[in-house]
Protein backbone atom coordinates (compact mmCIF):
# COMPACT_ATOMS: atom_id res chain seq x y z
CA UNK A 1 0.00 0.00 0.00
CA UNK A 2 1.58 3.30 -1.12
CA UNK A 3 1.12 6.66 1.27
CA UNK A 4 1.71 10.02 0.29
CA UNK A 5 2.13 12.49 3.25
CA UNK A 6 2.37 16.18 2.73
CA UNK A 7 4.23 19.21 4.98
CA UNK A 8 5.18 23.00 4.82
CA UNK A 9 1.47 24.40 4.39
CA UNK A 10 0.77 27.39 6.83
CA UNK A 11 -0.19 30.65 7.39
CA UNK A 12 2.31 33.47 5.43
CA UNK A 13 1.78 37.07 4.45
CA UNK A 14 1.67 37.89 0.90
CA UNK A 15 5.25 38.32 -0.55
CA UNK A 16 6.10 35.42 1.56
CA UNK A 17 7.56 31.92 0.72
CA UNK A 18 6.49 28.53 1.48
CA UNK A 19 7.95 25.23 0.78
CA UNK A 20 5.82 22.28 0.54
CA UNK A 21 6.96 18.55 0.70
CA UNK A 22 5.40 15.38 -0.46
CA UNK A 23 6.72 12.09 0.58
CA UNK A 24 5.65 8.51 -0.71
CA UNK A 25 6.16 5.27 1.03
CA UNK A 26 4.85 1.63 0.48
CA UNK A 27 5.41 -0.53 -2.58
CA UNK A 28 7.09 1.91 -5.08
CA UNK A 29 9.02 0.87 -8.66
CA UNK A 30 8.87 4.04 -10.16
CA UNK A 31 6.90 7.16 -10.28
CA UNK A 32 5.86 8.56 -13.56
CA UNK A 33 4.65 12.01 -12.56
CA UNK A 34 4.54 13.65 -9.45
CA UNK A 35 2.17 17.34 -9.44
CA UNK A 36 0.64 19.47 -7.00
CA UNK A 37 -2.99 20.45 -7.08
CA UNK A 38 -4.52 23.71 -5.51
CA UNK A 39 -8.30 23.74 -4.09
CA UNK A 40 -9.63 26.94 -3.74
CA UNK A 41 -12.32 27.84 -1.09
CA UNK A 42 -15.50 27.01 -2.71
CA UNK A 43 -13.50 26.04 -6.05
CA UNK A 44 -12.85 22.80 -8.05
CA UNK A 45 -9.12 21.55 -7.66
CA UNK A 46 -7.02 22.39 -10.45
CA UNK A 47 -3.13 21.63 -11.23
CA UNK A 48 -0.54 23.96 -10.05
CA UNK A 49 2.58 22.07 -11.04
CA UNK A 50 3.75 18.77 -13.35
CA UNK A 51 7.35 16.85 -13.13
CA UNK A 52 7.32 14.17 -15.40
CA UNK A 53 10.18 11.22 -15.43
CA UNK A 54 11.79 12.39 -18.61
CA UNK A 55 12.18 15.32 -16.93
CA UNK A 56 9.64 17.20 -18.10
CA UNK A 57 7.80 20.70 -16.29
CA UNK A 58 4.56 22.24 -16.62
CA UNK A 59 3.12 25.74 -14.51
CA UNK A 60 -0.31 27.20 -14.08
CA UNK A 61 0.65 30.16 -15.83
CA UNK A 62 -0.46 32.41 -12.85
CA UNK A 63 2.46 30.80 -10.97
CA UNK A 64 4.76 30.98 -13.21
CA UNK A 65 8.32 32.21 -12.63
CA UNK A 66 6.99 31.96 -8.37
CA UNK A 67 6.48 28.27 -8.23
CA UNK A 68 9.33 25.82 -8.69
CA UNK A 69 8.46 21.56 -8.57
CA UNK A 70 11.78 19.59 -7.87
CA UNK A 71 12.06 16.16 -6.54
CA UNK A 72 14.47 13.89 -4.77
CA UNK A 73 13.82 10.57 -6.04
CA UNK A 74 16.17 8.71 -3.60
CA UNK A 75 13.64 9.75 -1.08
CA UNK A 76 10.93 9.46 -3.03
CA UNK A 77 9.70 13.30 -2.58
CA UNK A 78 8.36 15.74 -4.42
CA UNK A 79 8.93 19.51 -3.46
CA UNK A 80 6.76 22.95 -4.03
CA UNK A 81 9.02 25.74 -3.58
CA UNK A 82 6.57 28.57 -3.64
CA UNK A 83 7.88 32.67 -3.66
CA UNK A 84 6.23 35.98 -3.64
CA UNK A 85 3.23 34.46 -2.80
CA UNK A 86 -0.18 36.08 -3.38
CA UNK A 87 -3.83 35.72 -1.55
CA UNK A 88 -5.32 34.29 -4.57
CA UNK A 89 -2.33 31.29 -3.52
CA UNK A 90 -4.97 30.40 -1.06
CA UNK A 91 -6.09 26.63 -0.63
CA UNK A 92 -5.78 23.11 0.15
CA UNK A 93 -2.61 21.97 -2.07
CA UNK A 94 -2.80 17.84 -2.79
CA UNK A 95 0.26 16.04 -4.12
CA UNK A 96 -0.54 13.70 -6.49
CA UNK A 97 1.82 11.08 -7.70
CA UNK A 98 1.46 8.47 -10.81
CA UNK A 99 3.33 5.05 -9.53
CA UNK A 100 4.02 1.77 -10.38
CA UNK A 101 3.74 -0.64 -7.43
CA UNK A 102 5.85 -3.25 -9.92
CA UNK A 103 7.62 -4.01 -12.67
CA UNK A 104 4.26 -5.42 -14.57
CA UNK A 105 2.03 -3.29 -12.51
CA UNK A 106 -0.18 -0.76 -14.61
CA UNK A 107 0.48 3.30 -13.37
CA UNK A 108 -1.99 4.49 -10.73
CA UNK A 109 -2.32 8.03 -9.36
CA UNK A 110 -2.18 8.21 -5.97
CA UNK A 111 -3.21 11.60 -3.53
CA UNK A 112 -2.23 12.76 0.10
CA UNK A 113 -4.72 14.31 2.19
CA UNK A 114 -3.79 17.95 1.43
CA UNK A 115 -2.52 20.61 3.39
CA UNK A 116 -3.80 24.05 3.92
CA UNK A 117 -1.57 27.79 2.41
CA UNK A 118 -3.32 30.65 3.68
CA UNK A 119 -2.19 34.06 2.41
CA UNK A 120 -3.07 37.23 3.79
CA UNK A 121 -2.96 40.50 2.13
Known amino acids: QVQLVESGGGFVQAGGSLRLSCAAS????????MSWWRQPPGQQRGLVAM???????HYLDSVKGRFTISRDNAKNTVYLQMNSLKPEDTGVYYC???????????????WGRGTQVSVSS
Open 96 to 110: NMRLMEGRWNAPVDY
Open 26 to 33: GDIFSIKV
Open 51 to 57: LTSDPDT
